[in-house]
């Protein structure tokens, strides 16, 4: 039922800015477009400071840090690949990006400003929890307002129908397919801690850390729920580094390594690295997703193997 409740949410607030966008003055419009950009590294110190805040309030850190590390880098990756082989098999010109000194530096440029607002997220966690002082920090709302001024930018946008075809579907299979293949090599990596359906259900968060975390505390334990929440914070970092990487070139691969999140936190990064018209791409493929996601955990979970 969250799941439903948090993607009726952002339906509402990128229609609702799509639909207000054409009776925006002038001025409004162009503050709009001036202040989009910057949201990205908003949010990547919102992650960031996250992540700390999550590691300050788990018990022994240090044991669930490496399986989440290793069931995040191997799941992202495979999703990359995964679905750069698939669309290099059903339809090669989509995944050529043109190589040019201006991208290149731009790359570089974007994956410095990541860093550096990565840096400051775990500053001021930093700080925070040395100080012991409690704050309530929840990036949801500011994702709306993110997600409203997208819409405002959607409405101003001209798309082709290529991104309504079948062909769409693959990004979030390429997903699925990816993580589950990492998987089964992770399991031979921690046979000695973890089942093979534990496994299989920890890389079905597709970075959705609010989902997994209290889902795999409540379904599972304590222990599995941190690494369920490390885990999908750490996807969500590695596919925002894949983004400003690899994602001018191929676009949808990136796409398929940010999981449930393309739809809402590295929305932002897809908008700067892939360019505006691959934004419809990362909406459906987080949608479908962020629908599956609470189902695979629950269903793996639920199997004894």
């Known amino acids: 039922m969250q799941s439903f409740t948090l993607i009726f949410q952002i ?59 290793l069931i995040a880098f ?37 994956i410095a400003k990541a860093f550096l607002a990565l840096g400051v997220g775990i500053l001021l966690g930093a700080i925070v929890n040395l100080s012991n002082v409690e704050i309530a920090f929840n990036s ?12 405002i930018e959607l409405a101003f946008t001209q798309f082709d129908r290529s991104w309504l075809s079948w062909k769409i579907l693959l990004v979030p299979i390429a997903a699925f397919i990816g993580s589950c293949l990492a998987s089964v090599l992770n ?33 599972h334990s304590a222990q599995l729920g941190g690494i369920g929440l490390l885990t999908d914070l750490f996807r969500e970092i590695f596919a925002i580094l894949l ?21 809402d936190v590295t929305l932002a990064m897809v908008k700067q690295s892939c360019g505006t018209h691959y934004v419809p791409h990362a909406m459906m493929s987080g949608l479908i997703l962020t629908l599956l996601a609470p189902l695979l955990i629950s269903l793996f979970l639920n199997l004894k193997f």
């Open 11 to 69: 339906f509402i607030a990128i229609s609702l800015g799509y639909f207000i966008a054409p009776h925006l003055s002038q001025a409004t419009k162009k503050f709009v477009f001036k202040i989009l950009p910057y949201f990205s590294y908003i949010l990547l110190i919102a992650v960031a400071f996250e992540l700390t805040q999550a590691l300050n309030h788990i018990q022994n850190p240090a044991t669930i840090l490496p399986p989440a590390l």
């Open 74 to 110: 191997t799941t992202s990756i495979g999703s990359f690949f995964i679905c750069l082989i698939t669309f290099k098999l059903v339809d090669r010109q989509s995944v050529q990006g043109k190589i040019s000194f201006h991208l290149f530096i731009n790359a570089l440029t974007n």
């Open 140 to 151: 949801w709302y500011l994702l709306l307002v993110f997600i409203f001024l997208i819409g």
């Open 187 to 219: 399991y031979f990596l921690l046979l000695d801690h973890y089942k093979l359906n534990e496994v299989m259900a920890l890389a079905q968060g597709y970075g959705w850390y609010s989902m997994s975390g209290i889902l795999f505390t409540e379904l």
């Open 243 to 263: 983004m400003y990487c690899l994602g001018w070139r191929f676009p949808r691969s990136a796409i398929s390594s940010a999981g449930a999140t393309s739809m």
